[in-house]
């Protein structure tokens, strides 16, 4: 009978594990590979991928969307509407606190004042932020009590609950201070502290690996696994290396030529996982050269862009044409990438007058020659990326176009291109959130220091349709002004689209329960455990 029992008990532990209902346990330590350390971990500053996915682990917001995509609370444990959709109070959560400061035994309370404080900051005009624009519908934050806050609306917005997912500072820290710029001596700068799942333990070095802990008395539940480190690499080529031969458990982004390697070792998962996002060039319309739209567009010509695909990324990924992730509800299907076209682009040139050539084979017309400054973060000097800048110089110089590569480090290019606007043309990635608001990309409000249009685009029909997508409550409308949009920024060509990349994470199998967050990664970091 004692067996009988014994084979029985062994027979449902054996099932329970097999279907994933064997109870998860706490321990063990994820340890995760970047290609680059984070330069600012900061919410409403950063906006860096590496800084945003920490930033996720450390801090919390109102409400969060749950992995179905419906809006959850998490320092709001609930909210009102009102019948004219221009008021929406929040209650807050009793009994959060922040993490603890260093010599603190105790976290401080988390209250309304902090929703405000950060509100207020990261709303001030003077505050270096690229995201004030998706905010802009809201008049006004008026705090009731502790634990009760009320926001008036300028307008009815269409999903507005899943907006009020902006990161929220402590109060405390920031006594004295109205706005941000980054260059402050504060110590959340060095010390970040939030409300989320994991508290920052230390960081030695600027380029020196992170470690956080589990929040003991996170509000939602405390995370199953015991401590994060993440490892900053300088080159992305040995990340891969570095997990297959344990000194990591996870990497973020596996470079496609490493992905066979990879998927062919039964130790570890991967998994694809969409970031809302696209690669580009962008050009500085300032420059009186690439403002012309025929001198863009002959660009855009002149580079095989499947070739580079094919070649750099083993062809995971589609070529787009224009400001949208393909797949998106925004994204336009009729609207066609340009094809390859030297013959095109050649005429294109003639067109615009640049029909002289220099000594070297570089086309000008009058005193202005086609000759450009491309500026490149050096965080992103790895094999792949030298390949696509050195293919588009070659396929510019082709066409009588001179390319001057110039490598930046991360903050001297964030400066120079966002902030100075000293550049010709950048190559970059955007990414999204599931609104793909793209206001602060294209609205001529957004021309300015720290702000996101750092080309100096214009065109006022679109400023009025991104106006009007904004207003409007009926998504069948929204969606018909994204595809209007869509058609309108792939002729004006202030950028040259390339491509949305399918990117794959590869991690250990002995950690379970693995959901990603297209843009954030570690949203749901929660339920992931140890096995």
Known sequence: ????????????????????????????????????SPIRLVPILANDSISIRLIELIYGSLVYYDHDGNVKGDLAEKWNVSKNMKTITFYLRKGVRWHPLPGEKEGRPFIADDVIKTFNIMMNPNTLTSIQSRYNFIDSVEKIDDYKIQFKLRKPILNVLGRFSFKILPSFMLKGYDYLRGDENLLIYKHPVGTGPYMFVSQEGPNAEI?????????????????????????????????????????????PRDIAEVQGDMRFELAPYSTLSFSFFGYNLRNPVLAIRNVRLAISYAINRKEMLDSFFEGKGQIISGPFPPGSWAYNLDVKPLPYSPEEANRLL????????????IRKRGSYKLEFDMLVPISKENETTKRVILAFQSYLRAVGIKINIKWLEWKAWTQTVFVDHKFDIIYADWLFDDSFDISSLFHSKEIGPGKNN????????????????QTTLDMEKRKTIYKRLHKILAYDVPYTYLWTLTNYAAYNRKIRHVIIHPTRFFTYIKDWYIQ
């Open 350 to 361: 003639d067109s615009a007058g640049f029909t002289e050539r220099t000594r070297d084979g």
């Open 454 to 469: 750092f080309g100096a685009y214009r065109n006022p029909e679109v400023d009025a349709l991104l106006d009007e997508a």
């Open 211 to 255: 470690i956080l802990k589990a929040n003991e008395n996170y509000h939602l539940g405390r995370p199953h696994i015991d401590k994060i480190i993440m490892k900053p690499f300088a080159d992305q080529n040995i990340i891969t290396q570095t997990l297959l031969y344990g000194g990591i458990n996870m990497e973020i982004r596996v470079p």
């Open 1 to 36: 009978m004692k067996k009988r029992f014994l084979m029985l008990f062994l027979l449902i532990t054996f099932m329970m594990v097999s279907v994933g209902l064997y109870p998860q346990q706490n321990g063990g330590t994820l340890i995760y590979g970047e290609y680059g």
